[in-house]
C-alpha cells in the first residue's frame, strides 16, 4: 500500500511540476504573440498615443517577469488575477464558463461509457462475423471525419430546415439544460470520435483476453460464457480502455475549441479563444492552471485504475 | 462404451484403503488416438487408462506428442486438428488441468479468489440464495487447505503475480480439486524447479492420487516418474514406444529408445580430472550484492569473500533457486550494478556495469540465458543476430562474421538452412546451441551458463552437455561458469561452488564436493538428489527420502514399490 501512496504523491508533484511549466510556456507564448490587450482594446483608432495610455492604465508597460510575479503572488493568495478586457475577476469568469463544458462532458461521458463498451464487446463477440465487420468499419469511417466536418454535416442535415434541432445555442445563455435540444447536436459531435476509439480499443483487448489461456481455463472449468466475458476477460482489457477514456474525459472538459465554436456554446473553448484574440492574458494563464491540474489528476486517476486491474505492469512515474 | 478390464497384474493394493481401493475401472480412457495438424500426425494410436488413484506417466522427449495427448484428455485439441480414435472423459466429473506455467491460467488482473469462487458458485445453486454466498466460501477455503496452502484467506485476495511459483501450481490444483476433478492431467509440473521443490511437487501430487483421484502426468523429468508413476508409457515422435508398470519398466525396459532414454543420466558422472592449470582468469575478492526493496531499502542477497576461476576451468555455482547463483553470474557479467567488491579479469577490475566497460571487456565475459527464445529476437533470422556479436564486439566485416558465425554453428551441429530461418522454426535446444555459438563468436574468456539446460528434455540436454564437454575439451583459454540447480549437471565442472541463501557455503573440485560433502546444506541437496544407476531399491529410498525428509507423509507407502 506504501508503493501505491508513494505512487500518488510522486505523481502529484510531477503533476505540479508539469502545471508550472505549461503556465511558463503559455506566458511566453502569449508575450510572443504581436500585440497585446492595448493594441486589441484600441481598436479600428490605432492611435500609438492612445494604446500607450491604455498600456499604461493596465500596467502593461512594466517587464514581463515583474506581471509574472505579480499574478504567481496573487495565484498563492487563491487569486487567479483580472481579466484585462472585462475588469471582472478571472476566477468567476472560468467558473461561469466551466457549466457548459462539464455539462457536455457529463452527458457525452454517460453515453460514450455504455456505447463504447456495448458495441466493442458485441463486436469481440461476434469476431470476424458481419457484426464484428460492420461495427469495425463503420467505426473506423465515422472515426476519420473531423468533427468540424461532422458539425456542420449535422447541422445541414438536421437543423436547418423547419422543425429541426436549433443549429447553435446562441440566445440560450449559460442554462442550456432549460432546452435539451440545443445540446443533442454537440453530444453527438462530441461523442462521434470518441466511441470509435473507445470500442476499437476494447474489442481489441477482449479478443486478446479470450484468446487467453487464463479464459480458456475457466472454460474448462465450467463457468458460464457470459461470466468469462464480464467477469475473467473484460477487466484484462480495460486497462487500455480506462487510459483512452481518461485521455477522453481530458480533451471534453479542457474545452472542445471547435464544437463550442461552431454551436456558440460559452465553454471554456470559447472563453479560451476569445481571450487569445483580446490578448488577455491573465484569463489564458487562468485556463492553463485550470487545464493543467484537470489533466494531472485525470491521468493519475486512471493510472491508478490501471495500477489495480494490471498491478504486475506498474505504472511509470 | 465402457470397458472392464483386468487390474494391472502385479500391483499390491491401493493406500489406504480409500475410494480408489476397489475400483480398477479407468475414470477415463483414450484408445487408439491419432491427432493429425495438416496431414502431419502428432499422435498416432495412443491408448491410455487413467485408473483412480494411480499416476500415469507420459515420458518422452518434447515433442513426442505427450502433451497433445494429455489435452486430449480435457477434450482439446490443436487448432485445425484432425481426430480419429476414442476419447472417453471422465464421464461423471470434469477433468482437472495443472499446465507447465501455473501463471499462463491465472488471471493476471483478477484476485486469487476470483474463479475459485465462480467454480464453488455453480456447486452451490441448490441451496437457498441467502446462504450460497458462505458455502461457496467454506468450499474454496477447504480446496485450498485440501492443496495444502496454509493461510487461505489471505492468499485469496492476492493477485497471482504476488505467490511464489509453488504457490501458483498448488492454487490451480486447489482449482481443481474444488471442481471435484476426477481425473488431474499435470504437464510437466516440476521443469525448472530445484530439487527441493520438485520433492514438494512430488509429494503435492502423489497426496492427489491418495484421494483417489487419476493422476496422469506428462513429463521428461525422470526423477519424477521415478518417483510418482505407476504406470509408464514411453513417447517418440507421436507414438507410444513401450509401456507398462513403472517397476517392470525400469528394471526392465524392452525397447532401445526406453533404454537410451533411462541412461540419458548417467552419462556425465565421469568427470574429467582437473586439468585449469592455468592462473586464475576471474578472481572475486569481498563481493557483496544487494538487491532493492521498496523504495529506499536494500538487502543484501549474496556474499562471496573470495572466488577464483582459472583458465580453461569449469566451476559449477550450485545451489536452490533463489539461493543468489543467478545474481552472481549477472554480477560477473556486469548485468547487476548494485554490488559492491571486486571482479578481477586477468587482475584489472572490471566496471560493475555492462555500459562501463569496453569492447573487450564485454566480449571476455559472456553470457548464455536459461530462456533461449527469450534471448533471440523473433522477428530477425537466427545467422544475422548471431554474426552480429563478431560485428558488434570484434569489429569483423559482415561477410567474414557471417562466415565465422556459419562455421561455429555448423561446429554445434546447426545446419545452415536451419540457421537462415528466424528463431520461431527452431526447438528450444536448438536455439539453445545458437545461443552457446552466439557467445562463443565474442571469443570470450570466461562463458556464463545459467540453468541453459533446465526446462530442456533429457536428451536435448545431454546433447547441450555434450557441446560444453567438447568446448572445455577443445579451447584451453575457454572458462565455464556452469550455473545450476542439478547436481547431475554440476558434476561436469572441474569444481563446485556451493550457494545457500547468498553465503558461499563449500567449493571444491567437483568430485570432493558431491560424493564427500561437508557442509551438512551441502550434503541434504545431495542427499535430496536421486543419484543415477541405482536400480529398484534406490527409487525405495527415494521415496522416503524425498518424501519423509520435509514432514507431512501423504504419499503413497513404499511397500509399494517391493
Known sequence: MSGLRSLVARRLLLGAVQTVAV????????????????VALAGDQPDPARIAAIREAMHLDRPAHERLADWVTGLFHGDLGTSLTSGRPVGGYLAESFGPTLLLATLTLALLVPIGFGLGMLAARHEGRPADRLISSVTLAVYAVPEFALGMLLVTALALRPGGLPPTAVGYGTDLLGRPAVLVLPVLVLLSRPVCSLSRLVRAGLIDALASPYVAHARRYGVSGARVHCAHALPGALVPAVQQLARTLDWLLCGVVVVEALFVIPGLGTVLLDAVAERDVPVVQ?????????????HLGADLVAHRRAPRAGVAA | MKHRTDGTAGRAGVPGGGPAGTAEEPVAEIRKLRVEVGGRAIVDGVSLRALPGRVTALVGASGSGKTTTGLALLGEYPPGAR???????????????IPQHPAAVLNPARRVRALLTDIARAQVRHLPRRRRRAAARERVLRALAEAQLPDAEALLRRYPHQLSGGQQQRVVLAQALLLGARVVVADEPTTGQDVLTKSRVVEQLAAVAARGIAVVLLSHDLDVVRALADEVIVMREGRVVESGPARRLWRAPRHAWTRELLAGREEFTQTAEVSGTGGPVLRVRGLTAHHRTGARGTTEVLRIPALDLRAGECLAVVGRSGSGKTTLARCLAGLHRDRRGEILLDGTPLPRSLRDRDRPQLAAVQYVF???RAAFDEHRPVLHQIARTAVRLRGTGTAAATREA????????????LVRRRPGRLSGGELQRAALARALLARPRVLVCDEITSG?????RRGILDVLTALLHDRDDLSLVLITHDLDTAALAHRVAVLDAGELVEQGPARHVLTTPSHPFTRSLVASTT?????????????????????????PPAELWS
Do not use: I, K, M, Y
Open chain 2, 406 to 417: 556459419l562455421a561455429a554453428l555448423a561446429g554445434l551441429g546447426l545446419p545452415e538452412d
Open chain 2, 531 to 555: 543419484r543415477p544407476g541405482g536400480g529398484n531399491t534406490c527409487l525405495n529410498s527415494r521415496r522416503d527420502r524425498g518424501l519423509g525428509h520435509h514432514g507431512r507423509r501423504t504419499a
Open chain 1, 286 to 298: 487562468g485556463l492553463a492552471v485550470v487545464f493543467g491540474v484537470l489533466t494531472v489528476l485525470l
Open chain 1, 23 to 38: 503556465v511558463l510556456l503559455v506566458f511566453a507564448l502569449t508575450e510572443a504573440l504581436p500585440g497585446d490587450a492595448a
Open chain 2, 456 to 460: 530442456l528434455d533429457t536428451l536435448t
Open chain 2, 370 to 372: 536459461q530462456d533461449a
Open chain 2, 83 to 97: 481426430v480419429t480414435g476414442e476419447v472417453r472423459p471422465a464421464a461423471d466429473g470434469p477433468v482437472g488441468h
